[in-house]
């Protein structure tokens, strides 16, 4: 059973360029968060995905946004990057239809802007 | 609003010997409290969580952790470290009252295990 996958693992971007991440949840999961962990710091939530609709945010710009698919996969967008978006990014999936209470991380992708 | 406080950047332990990585936690409603382990340029890899029941939950590689509710806190406990522990542990907590599942975490411990 493949757990949590995001593509790609690293990537370098320009200030000022858009970038799109992308997560595949683990099997039988429904739900897609993605954090933000800038170095030496704890993971802080950006939003999540549940049926295709952003339902609930943290204290992030309208600059992120993000989607989520039928088959529950999910993609996050960065406009306009800023140098403070240089962080590891994590995709988290769950299934609290099916009970579920925690959460499983895939192994993130680092974002470094130039 | 959720909060968690891990007072310590870093404890060290030499291997063999008993381990205690401290979190607190801030939640208004019913606190769902989880422990995460992140090694270097990995994810985060869930160790153990506390729902409902037994305040001492056990979870993966020996790990327990003892959940108390009159003092908000919820520490990591391990009786025999080894070297391979050493990493970085976050705490985290979510409301669950809500249906929604943010998770807060605290700003992670170093866990540094000599042999």
């Known amino acids: 059973d493949a757990g949590v996958t995001q593509s790609p693992t690293h990537l370098i971007k320009t200030r000022g360029q858009q970038v799109t991440l992308r997560c595949s949840p683990k099997s039988g999961h429904d739900t897609v968060s993605w954090y933000q962990q800038a170095l030496g710091q704890g993971p802080q939530f950006i939003f999540q995905?549940?049926?295709?609709?952003?339902?609930q945010r943290g204290n992030f710009p309208d600059r992120f946004s993000g989607h989520q698919f039928p088959n529950y996969s999910s993609e996050l967008n960065v406009n306009a990057l800023l140098l403070g978006d240089s962080a590891l990014y994590l995709c988290?999936?769950?299934?609290?239809?099916?009970?579920?209470?925690?959460?499983?991380f895939g192994q993130g992708t680092r974002l470094t802007v130039v | 609003a959720q909060s968690v406080a891990q007072p310590e950047d870093q404890v060290n332990v030499a291997e063999g010997n008993p381990l205690t990585v401290k979190c607190t936690y801030s939640v208004s409603g019913n606190p769902y409290l989880f422990w995460y382990v992140q090694y270097p340029n990995r994810g985060l890899q869930f160790l153990l969580k506390y729902i409902t029941g037994d305040n001492l939950v056990k979870g993966s590689y020996g790990f327990e952790a003892e959940f108390n509710k009159s003092q908000t806190s919820f520490h990591l406990k391990k009786p025999s470290a080894l070297v391979s522990d050493s990493a970085l542990y976050f705490c985290?907590?979510?409301?669950?009252?809500?249906?929604?599942?943010?998770?807060?975490f605290g700003t992670g411990t170093r866990l540094l295990v000599s042999p």
């Open positions: 995905y549940y049926e295709e609709e952003e339902r």
């Open positions: 988290a999936s769950s299934s609290p239809t099916g009970g579920g209470t925690e959460a499983f």
């Open positions: 985290a907590v979510r409301d669950g009252n809500t249906g929604f599942q943010k998770l807060v």
